[in-house]
């Protein structure tokens, strides 16, 4: 393949892409992997910069007439519009991917990601624009979920091709762990100014700062990404039909059972994930005395623990095999489910062994959940059903355990999220148990 090939569509960053990369005529999965992980940090970075914000701004900005849980509960509803708007988004950009081009595609969803989040710095308060001001959150954060569904580039599909067999685990791992260091940037950023700041300034303006960070860390990632999206060998693939973009309704036709059980897989994984990140963070911060910045610091050191755990669990899952370590992972959250509210409720010590072990079993299941029951999907569609898959893994998984948590601590005790994520774990059990049975019918 000529290293000149541009689309006619194709953007001049796009193109720049393209010169870069086109001396290359193999990418190693190294080189695909690093693109991968500063990706998917961008994306997590800009979710937890908003989710923060949910709670130590959003409340008393956006919903200052109504009491602190109840703004909270509020904010957390805006907050799931993302996650209702990520499979439009992946709709969207798929039909653009199939017209346009993946780096026309990349550099259209990135820039509305960092913009969406950078416009979210300008919010005004509801003292100022009343109602347009919780207007103006919805739209900014259901453009954050039409963007994040566009932001899906397939790289993960295509590490996943190209890492030694040997070491698929391995290599499916490093995806996740732009999770942690994107929560420990936006967790350090708010720190930062939480606890250099009067709570005055910091709601005047030191909680917006983060917001502009998050503009120029998706250009950094935009490029990094289509570097490797543009090289011959990622084209290459696309003529070979293995991560070309198929219409969502032929996909679903042909192997949707496989989209229906991998959104129930990882639910334990990504129940789990909300509930040791966004959910502790608003219990503290509203039934006790402990300052929001001692427990971001906490949060940064669970971020630590999770990184290690997310490695481990590549190690791990390449000895025992990936959806066996999902299964045996979805036993021990329900589990840690059984003791996490009294962990949570029994303050300083027991806070930080509740976000010791919940990280430390976040990383190990959410290290292999995206790709244990996507690597099903048949070459052709593995594309769109990757992408389809994630979105409607992180809705039912994710996008409503914060508000949903909070809404049944605060009525029925911490006891209640307990109960929460344990109906994670069972879900993930069935769906994994209905999916060997499939196996081996299949089989």
């Not at 081009?101 to 960092?114: D, E, M």
């Not at 809705?395 to 994520?421: D, E, K, M, N, R």
Request: with cysteine.
């Amino acid at each position: 393949m000529s290293g000149d090939f541009t689309l006619p569509s194709s953007s001049g960053l796009e193109r720049d892409a393209r010169r870069v990369s086109s001396h290359q005529d193999r990418v190693s999965p190294g080189e695909i992997a690093i693109g991968v992980v500063i990706g998917r940090m961008s994306e997590f970075f800009d979710f937890f910069v908003y989710a923060i914000a949910s709670v130590l701004v959003f409340p008393q900005l956006v919903f200052p007439s109504f009491d602190r849980l109840t703004g909270t509960l509020y904010s957390f509803a805006v907050f799931a519009l993302a996650f209702l708007a990520r499979p439009l988004g992946s709709v969207i950009f798929m039909a653009i991917d199939r017209r346009h081009g993946r780096g026309v595609k990349l550099t259209i969803a990135l820039f509305l990601l960092g913009g969406s989040t950078a416009a979210m710095a300008f919010l005004p308060g509801f003292s100022q624009l009343g109602w347009g001001s919780v207007a103006l959150l919805c739209f900014f954060r259901i453009c954050q979920g039409v963007a994040l569904g566009g932001a899906w580039d397939g790289l993960s599909s295509l590490l996943a091709l190209n890492a030694p067999p040997a070491r698929r685990g391995w290599y499916a791992m490093m995806p996740q762990l732009g999770a942690p260091l994107g929560l420990l940037l936006a967790s350090a950023l708010f720190a930062f100014f939480v606890i250099n700041l009067s709570s005055a300034d910091f709601l005047e303006w030191g909680w917006r700062y983060p917001f502009f960070v998050a503009f120029a860390v998706n250009v950094v990632a935009l490029f990094a990404r289509l570097r490797l999206v543009m090289t011959n060998e990622f084209a290459t693939l696309l003529e070979r039909r293995e991560l070309e973009p198929t219409r969502v309704r032929e996909m679903f036709r042909a192997e949707g059972r496989n989209v229906i059980i991998g959104a129930f897989a990882p639910l334990a994984s990504f129940a789990l994930f909300h509930m040791v990140t966004v959910f502790p963070l608003s219990w503290v911060y509203l039934f006790t005395k402990e300052g929001s910045g001692n427990f971001l610091i906490l949060e940064m050191a669970g971020c630590a623990v999770g990184i290690v755990a997310i490695a481990a669990s590549g190690l791990i899952a390449d000895k025992i095999g990936r959806k066996r370590l999902l299964a045996i992972c979805a036993g021990l959250i329900a589990v840690f489910s059984v003791f996490a509210p009294v962990l949570l409720g029994a303050g300083g010590v027991g806070e930080i062994v509740f976000m010791v072990l919940g990280f430390a079993l976040l990383g190990l299941s959410f290290g292999q959940a995206a790709g244990a029951v996507t690597s099903n999907f048949s070459s052709r569609y593995r594309y769109t059903g990757a992408a389809l898959t994630s979105d409607l893994s992180w809705l039912v998984g994710a996008g409503f355990a914060p508000l949903v948590a909070l809404a049944l601590s605060s009525h029925f005790g911490l006891i209640s999220s307990g109960a929460y994520l344990l109906s994670g774990a069972v879900c993930t059990v069935i769906a994994l148990t209905i999916n060997r049975k499939l196996e081996l019918q299949d089989g």
